[in-house]
């Protein structure tokens, strides 16, 4: 199976790729957008996307590029993040004046860094590149952050473990794919909706999904990017069973302004 995930072997995308499948066939992707048109153009029969973190929030443009993309989200997984502070054997942390990683990772470690204010912080494509552009470079005073397996992968050092603000990090991946695939037994859904300009009308559509016991898990407002400030609602639906789903599609149908559904999958938690 070729799978698209952003970033190259060692990276968190790579980790959740060798959990979901046997063997993938990465497609090493340096952007969401390359990893999304991978996946668009069949290039990749599926792909792996970070869509949030319990630290730094939301990965908003990455809703975005589902929509532009048409993506199916499939699956979701959520892996536990431990940042790890690397560089060249020999460096110690007083030789560092670069630290370089992906911004969702530097986000996430932003308290550590207070200590070392002389140290300049860089956004790259992902931790693991980073990781084994020092190690390529045999590059001395900047280090990277990223997974134990990117420091052993690339034989880099830890300087510092978990460097996260908190032990409980975690990122949120979705799964998704070109077709819509049916999945067994599903008790998650992922909708994008608008709600009509009237007081209230979120709301009903809310309330309708509580009568019908369906747990809203997140809700996030997207940018509706043709009709400047004004927004749609992603959310995430939790349900025992389809018929279930299939009832809130009906009755809130009549609520929305306009509804997509962008998944319907099985959950999956820490
Ligand atoms: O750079 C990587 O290793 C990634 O897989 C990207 C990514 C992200 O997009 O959030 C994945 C998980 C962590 O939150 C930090 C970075």
Known sequence: MKVAIQGI??????????VLFKNPELIE???????????????????????GNSIAGSILPNYG??????????????????????????????????VHSHPMALLQCQTFFRKYPKIKLVETDDTAAAASRIAANKKKGIA???S??????????VLSKNIQETKNNATRFVVVSKTNKKINQPNKATIN??????????????????ELHINV??????????????FSFVADL???????????QLEIGILVESMKILGVYKSHTL
């Open 217 to 230: 898990s997140k809700i996030q407002s997207v940018p509706i990017i043709e009709k400047p400030f004004l």
């Open 238 to 248: 939790e349900f025992e069973n389809l018929q279930q789903f299939k009832e809130a």
């Open 144 to 146: 990277a952050i990223g």
């Open 65 to 98: 590029l589902l929509n532009k993309n048409r993506l199916h989200i499939v699956g979701e997984y959520y892996l536990n993040i431990e940042h790890q502070l690397m560089a060249l054997k020999g460096q110690t942390i007083e030789d560092i004046i670069e």
């Open 9 to 18: 072997k060692g990276s968190y995308h790579h980790q959740v790729a060798t």
């Open 148 to 157: 134990s397996t990117a420091a052993s992968l690339y034989g880099l050092q």
């Open 193 to 210: 909706f608008t709600a009509s300009h009237e007081p209230g009308s979120l709301a009903k559509i809310l309330t309708k999904l509580g």
């Open 29 to 51: 992707c340096s952007t969401f957008d390359q990893l999304t048109t991978a996946v668009s153009n069949n290039s990749a029969g599926t792909g792996i996307m970070a869509i």
